[in-house]
């Protein structure tokens, strides 16, 4: 009798621990299952303490600051100088791009060092340019290969590699912080065996695979156009500290790169004030789809979206991710020029990159809630209209931009009409008056 009962208990232990097992596997590698449920939530002060430092006008020794207030060196004076289209929180125009740069390795330099080469500084020996950049990471001597159809050449080698970046929207950024690392990671390996599918079957020109980013703590990047910061809390310190020059509990404040030693200052923001500013950003509200009520309108706006996805663009710009409906992004890098448009040869240093960094055309794929009030567009802003976005896709996306150029010219205009109702929030607090002129006199 003992023994039977023991038996019992052994087999029925046994079948727990197989059925937690799988439990466990599913959990894990299903994240649909445990989506993003309900919108990023902060109490009403902690949000309207964050919502008037995100408007506030820096000044040197600011009165609100805890250490020395604006700068030493900056791009604007306020975080909605560069993030006020469609409302609070938008993008920015293209006059509120930032030049950043990343110097490559080079002659036993194995790590990639980035930066900003900021705009304005409080004294004249902190201005910066990017032709004094090779004052400290100079011309390598025949340190590039370049390889073409019938020719190998040696050339000297500039590892510094500078693009002009548009300021993107953060409309809904907290949504996107929920999103988890095992959606994004699980759509890639879906994107990889569709795509070795197609390429099976004998179809060389479906869209490759992107990859995720993937940082040197093993985190996934979903923030900022290289995928360079894993949380909203890390963009929103690396904002403050390089693009105003706030120092933040996370990040000390952006010293000019001619100064080697870092400037021991206390930070600007205390942790009361920077977790009242991340607050704030994260519950910026998530944009909304609007649909024209003119029946018309609506019903080419419908047919637009349907081609959107036949002709492929929801392959990257995917509609939902993790939960969170409406995004149109698979947070995944993708390169998106052909190399026939820089000449039809390539180049490979002597110190190549790391695997895990991004190639300089790599870029993640941006979230397209919202677009219909965030132009211009691309990464560098480069692209005044929705039809030249999709027209300048190339690389990994050119045979979707040829099934966009192949289709009529209603249907091109169906498409793009689908895009325009993807707007910014109707709660998003319109701009001041000043967010379009003091910002960019006050220098």
């Known amino acids: 009798m003992m023994r039977g009962l023991s038996g019992r208990w052994r087999r029925w232990l046994g079948l727990s621990v197989l059925a937690s097992a799988l439990g466990w596997l599913v959990w894990n590698e299903a994240p649909a299952l445990h989506p993003v449920a309900r919108a990023p939530r902060s109490s009403e002060d902690l949000v309207r303490t964050g919502l008037t430092l995100f408007e506030h006008v820096w000044t040197p020794s600011d009165p609100l600051a805890k250490g ?4 030493p060196v900056f791009n604007e004076r306020s975080c909605v100088a560069c993030h006020s289209q469609g409302g609070v929180g938008g993008g920015g125009e293209v006059s509120r791009n930032v030049t950043t740069f990343e110097v490559h390795p080079a002659s036993g330099r194995t790590k990639v060092e980035e930066g900003v080469i900021h705009a304005f500084s409080l004294s004249s020996d902190c201005r910066e340019s990017r032709v004094g950049l090779n004052d400290f990471f100079q011309v390598v001597p025949g340190g590039l290969k370049v390889v073409g159809s019938c020719f190998v050449e040696i050339r000297d080698f500039d590892p510094i590699r ?54 040197a703590d093993g985190r996934i990047g979903k923030f900022g156009w290289k995928g360079q910061f894993a949380t909203l809390k890390e963009f929103v310190a690396s904002a403050c500290a390089n693009e105003i020059g ?33 607050s704030y950003v994260d519950t910026i509200p998530r944009p909304i789809e609007e649909f024209p009520a003119d029946p018309t309108l609506r019903a080419a706006a419908d047919h637009g979206r349907a081609l959107f996805e036949k002709i492929g663009c929801a392959i990257c710009h995917a509609p939902s991710l993790g939960g969170v409906d409406g995004v149109y992004s698979d947070f995944l890098l993708y390169r998106l020029s052909d190399p026939k448009e820089i000449g039809g040869y390539s180049e490979v240093p002597t110190t190549p990159l790391p695997d895990d960094h991004p190639l300089p055309d790599e870029w993640k794929t941006p979230a397209l809630w919202g677009v219909a009030d965030s132009a211009p567009y691309f990464h560098d802003g480069g692209s005044p209209t929705l039809e030249a976005a999709i027209n300048r896709h190339g690389g990994d996306a050119k045979t979707v931009t040829k099934a966009f150029e192949e289709l009529s010219a209603e249907d091109r205009a169906a498409v793009v009409g689908f895009l325009k109702t993807l707007k910014a929030p109707r709660q998003a607090k319109p701009p001041t008056p000043r967010s379009s002129g003091y910002y960019a006199m006050a220098h």
Not at 259 to 269: F, G, N, T
């Open 68 to 71: 020395d207030g604006l700068g």
């Open 162 to 215: 500078s693009e002009s970046i548009n300021p993107t929207a953060l409309f809904g950024g907290g949504w996107v912080d929920q999103i988890p690392d095992k959606s994004i990671i699980n759509h890639a390996r879906l994107r990889s065996a569709t795509a070795l599918g197609e390429v099976i079957m004998a179809n060389l020109n479906g869209v490759k695979a992107g990859r995720a980013r993937v940082l």
């Open 246 to 278: 706030l120092g933040n509990p996370m990040m000390a404040q952006a010293t000019p790169y001619a100064h080697h030693a870092s400037m021991k200052v206390q930070p600007d923001l205390d942790d009361q004030q920077f977790r009242a500013l991340v």
